[in-house]
């Protein structure tokens, strides 16, 4: 309903897969209807895609509603971040893909990006980038990155079946169930502000004020004492 309501021509931010902070995607039909509505609406798509691989534990199945909408014909713009799924956290690498009407399109609007990042940065650092480059050039080495990812995936998932069984075993006064309905990276644990600030300052236990939890830094030696307290 609500993307019925944006003006024509408006940019819409959509998080490609293992949605952050929720870690709730939407369903393919429900992205087949969001297709729609956005194509009637003559909205632009704008994927944010910064957690493939850790959502589905298969990194070309999570790019799944990205193809959707370009096969559904719309022109769209994407943000790649290699931060998390490459383990390159401190090179900050990424990419910005365009889909054009045509050749002509595409030229203009890759001279209107160079305008506008010669005066923010100009010429990058290409260490973290060219690691990248290297991986997805070549086949061998793209499946050892789609199977790490995979490895990845199921650990996270593991630790939240963990962390739930502990909470519920500790004799919570809640339901946990929705720890291992989310995927990816995070868990919105549904925590107050001020039970956040509490695990922080009484137990050295951190996650942000909205009771975000990255699943990432939950581990089979630490899951008993984030559950215990």
Known sequence: TDLKQISEGSVV????????PTGMDPTPEQWAEISKVMKDGKLIPFFDCAYQG???????????????????????????????????????????????QDADEA????????????????????????????IL??????????????????????MRTALRSALEEGGADRSWE????QIGMFAYSGLTKEEVTALRDDHHIYCT?????????????????????
């Open 54 to 100: 850790f959502a589905s534990g298969n990194a070309p199945q999570d790019a799944f509603a990205i193809r959707m909408f370009i096969d559904h014909g719309h022109l769209l713009a994407t943000v790649q971040s290699f931060s998390k799924n490459f383990g390159l956290y401190g090179q900050r690498v990424g990419a910005l893909s365009i889909v054009g």
């Open 107 to 134: 030229k203009r609007v890759l001279s209107q990006m160079k305008m506008t990042i010669r005066p923010m940065y100009s010429n990058p650092p290409k260490y973290g980038a060219q690691l990248v480059k290297t």
């Open 178 to 181: 929705h720890i291992t309905k």
């Open 13 to 20: 931010l959509l998080h490609a897969c293992a949605h952050n």
């Open 209 to 229: 004020l909205d009771g975000r939890i990255s699943m990432a830094g939950v581990t089979s030696n630490n899951v008993e004492y984030i559950a215990g307290v």
């Open 137 to 158: 050039s070549d086949d061998g080495l793209t499946n050892d990155f789609v199977d790490q990812c995979a490895d990845m995936a199921k650990r996270i998932d593991s």
